[in-house]
């Protein structure tokens, strides 16, 4: 069994506070969503571009490709 803290001290940063829930949990889930949000972002932006490229070639056009 584990004594109980003495008034003056403080409990230990590893094991929270009974009375507080922990914030791992939403950290997490928040961290998945911007990580979602993110990689939408960017397909979204990827797949613009190939459209644009299709719709350039499906035109007759040879000069589609960005030059790089």
Do not use: F, Y
């Not at 397909?43 to 035109?59: E, F, N, R, W, Y």
């Amino acid at each position: 069994m584990s004594e109980p803290a003495s008034p003056g001290r403080r409990p230990s940063p590893e094991t929270p506070p009974d009375d507080q829930p922990s914030r791992r949990g939403p950290l997490i889930a928040l961290l998945l969503v911007v990580a979602l949000v993110a990689g939408g972002i960017w397909l979204s932006k990827t797949l613009h571009g190939v459209g644009k490229i299709q719709d350039c070639v499906m035109a007759g056009r040879n000069n589609c490709a960005p030059v790089q």
